[in-house]
């Protein structure tokens, strides 16, 4: 499974230029106040939440990484918060785009959409001792002790 990292590529690849502006000029303002690392980390785990209670998919160890396949829901999500931290317009567009997002993690994080990488490791695996045979001294073949 293809891994991307949630940071400032994103925010390059879902906002217009005017958007791009505003944000960039917003962050240096006080680039010790600078929100976007810490949305683009909420964006990553929200996404990495839902991959991991639908329980078929194992997480990369960096947690600002996702599927690439939930790349659209991670921009969509991530472009209504940043809009919304530096004061910009939303259109009803976005938001809704936003929402079907969530909605969508919703539905993987509950197991109602099929999203895996691989399912043979969440296959339970049993173990226990081998039962032994044995022939008592009257005759016959009953279950003896275990060795």
């Known amino acids: 499974m293809e891994w991307i990292r949630v ?24 680039p010790a106040a600078d929100p976007v690392p810490g949305v683009c980390s909420g964006v990553a785990g929200r996404v990495r939440a839902a991959v ?14 996702i599927p ?7 921009t969509a999500i991530l472009r209504v918060r940043l809009l919304t ?3 910009l317009a939303i259109t009803e567009e976005r938001k809704r785009e936003a929402e079907a997002a969530e909605e969508r993690l919703d539905a993987i994080a509950r197991g109602e959409i099929p999203f895996a990488e691989d399912v043979s490791f969440a296959s ?4 226990g001792r081998r039962a032994r045979w ?7 073949i009953m279950h003896g002790s275990i060795m």
Do not use: M, T, W, Y
């Open 134 to 140: 044995a022939s008592p001294g009257a005759g016959g």
């Open 52 to 65: 991991l209670a639908c329980g078929r998919v194992r997480l990369a160890e960096d947690a600002l990484l």
């Open 124 to 127: 339970p695996i049993f173990h």
């Open 85 to 87: 931290r530096f004061a």
């Open 7 to 30: 940071d400032e590529a994103l925010i390059a690849e879902g906002f217009n230029p005017v958007e791009q502006k505003a944000i960039s000029q917003g962050r240096a303002i006080d």
């Open 68 to 74: 690439n396949a939930l790349r659209g829901e991670a």
